[in-house]
């Protein structure tokens, strides 16, 4: 199938590129490469050395003999998001195309603001673009399971059944994200939901959880495929930014308690969910939900589990417990249902200590590029 | 108290500012007077000749001896209202300044952008203001009952109490809106959540239904303090377009079956209900939602009413179903909550033969200004 990857330069988005490809799709990435610039502008830098997009690309076909197409733009630019999208014809589209950090969307105004406009505006011209030139285009959007927040009961995938005063009705669940990044994917969400019930748009919203590993087969089999592991403040995610943190000595920052409950995945079981989410697309009008995760961990678990591995391997790990940055409550249920994906064959890469190990080392590898003055968290939520 | 009018030279804002500045506020105005400007994009026009928003202003002082402030600008420009804000120091703001016609942004991608980027950028930046500047200002923001969509259960004000497999929460009530306008309000409704709880910011959302009627004591105190009132396909709103379309003889443009079941409020009541919310301020950190409305119709009760009015003042009223030119149930269950400002005092001007009469009379008395080719809905949902 072709398949147009929106954000393909980024940390998801390029180990799907990759792997769609060498599953025989027809990959085309779009991409403005932005990420790289917030990256430069926050004196930010990945832990593993990142080619250029396009000789990342050139490395790919070299390798697989796979050819991937690169369209470098904005799609908050509809004319140029149009144009692409006539060029590729594509059959599913794949978007990623996202600021995606919770504390960059909330350093201040002008980046709240940026996150909102950016991601919404995206979405928007994507579903325009879908409409008109394409209608049978499978959307495949990347949501997260923040989306929700941490509500009191049980986590449906999209939806929920509610009996009230008599009566009933299945209706979106009820979402209370915790950043204006998770905001603007709930405001995503809204769009495409009614997207397809005015325009019979086919959509697959992946509200996905926290992310962790690097190497993907595809991004692990040449050192110009390695994929981008971010583990600064701003960008870096729990797990990845522990594993870090432990190769050079650095304490774990666990923020507040830690009893934050959250959902995690493998990046080999975001690729393999993306996929399955193409292979079996919405029908027309449908907007689907699956909730993208594989496990449920507590934040000072994690911490825990990073502390065990590194011991086993030597080293000694500290955790520091920081006061919180974020407003979220550090004690609550959390309990989110993730069987749509399963039932579609996933079959999960479970965290373990082996992982933990391989991460740990790919961590120490590298560890001479780390700057731990970019470690510790220096967003706060509430001024 | 200071209150700041956002949108203050608008249908309801216009009745607002004068009634809370007759009623001892002091009341300043923000506008950026673009709803006259897309009257001129759009070739349509107001049925009442409204004067510039200076000699309004300069009339009402005439007439009451109250100065208002006047503000012109857009608040999508923070550094503006920033200063606005630090000129004025408000105790409340009440938030009009949206885009707030369902067709405008529907007409193409662009209306939709410019419709969603316009109100939640405009909404971000006065929670910033707040926040900044203002923390325990109140902020009164204008949502609509369109937000919840139709579903099958009872509408609750904002929120609702699910029971799910043994569990129980309060959570935000879902939300199904159905046009990109809308949508902008469901956005801006989980932002300011988000505000309240994060920075202790108290607000109250009023999601407000359909408002008909044109005069209130003060606008009809004087001709240069005239309201507006719409009657085109895109800004007219039900039930004051199907008295004017009756004023010219024109059939009233039921959309389908006319089985849709809205919630629908007198001008007179909009006003109360504002000072209702700003003499019972949100507590800081509250996120309140009230239900502003006093009584379901379907819409082919509405022409019927109109229908019947019309015969008692001797005009021939036909009625037309069109075919819809949105996507929306035409038949569906609607019960919707609307307790919390009656038990804080409002009493409610109910939709009577005595209301319709006049709003037909004032329809006939000018009815010579009426340009008849824009009655009709130019603006599909499907295309």
């Known amino acids: 199938m072709k398949v147009l990857v929106i954000g393909g330069d980024g940390y998801c988005g390029w180990a799907t590129a990759l792997y769609l490809s060498s599953r025989g799709h ?28 396009q000789k990342r690309i050139d490395r790919w076909q070299g390798v697989s003999g796979k050819k991937i197409g690169l369209h470098v733009g904005d799609i908050t630019n509809y004319d140029f998001l149009s144009s692409v999208f006539r060029q590729v014809e594509p059959g599913a589209v ?17 980046h709240a603001v940026a996150t909102q406009v950016n991601n919404v505006v995206g979405t928007l011209n994507v579903l325009y673009a879908i409409r008109n030139d394409f209608p049978d285009c499978h959307l495949v959007k990347l949501g997260t399971m923040g989306e929700y927040g941490t509500p009191n009961i049980d986590i449906e995938e999209g939806y929920i059944t509610i009996e009230h005063n008599g009566r009933k009705d299945t209706l979106p669940y009820p979402k209370q994200p915790g950043s204006f990044y998770h905001l603007s994917k709930v405001h995503d969400s809204h769009n495409i939901h009614f997207a397809c019930k005015i325009w019979g748009v086919r959509a697959t919203d992946l509200n996905q959880g926290v992310v962790y590993g690097v190497l993907t087969e595809e991004t692990g089999s040449d050192e110009y495929l390695i994929n981008r ?39 080999r079981d975001t690729v393999r969910c993306v996929e ?18 594989t496990e449920l961990f507590s934040i000072i678990d994690l911490a825990h589990m990073v502390q065990k591995a590194g011991q086993t391997m030597g080293i000694k790990v500290e955790i520091n417990n920081l006061e919180n940055p974020r ?14 994906l399963l039932s579609l064959g996933l079959q999960p890469h479970l965290l ?17 590029r780390i700057d731990q003055s970019q470690i510790l968290p220096k967003v706060s939520w509430r001024r």
């Open 26 to 53: 027809e990959v085309a990435i779009i991409d403005s490469l932005v990420r790289r610039h917030w990256d430069n502008e926050l004196g930010v830098s990945t832990l593993t050395p990142i080619a250029p997009i």
């Open 94 to 110: 794949v978007h990623f195309g996202e600021q995606r950090s919770a504390p960059f969307s909330m350093i201040d105004r002008e």
């Open 229 to 267: 592991l971010d583990y600064d403040g701003v960008f870096g995610t729990a797990l990845n930014r522990f594993c870090i943190q432990a190769a050079v000595g650095h304490p774990l920052t666990v923020y507040g308690k830690g009893g934050q409950t959250r959902a995690f995945l493998d990046i």
């Open 276 to 293: 399955i989410a193409i292979n079996n697309p919405a029908d027309a009008g449908e907007f689907r939900v699956f909730n993208q995760f």
């Open 327 to 340: 407003v979220e409550l550090e004690e609550h249920y959390f309990n989110a249902k993730n069987t749509s």
């Open 352 to 368: 373990s200590d082996a992982l933990l190990d391989s991460l740990l080392n790919f961590a120490v590898k590298y560890r001479d």
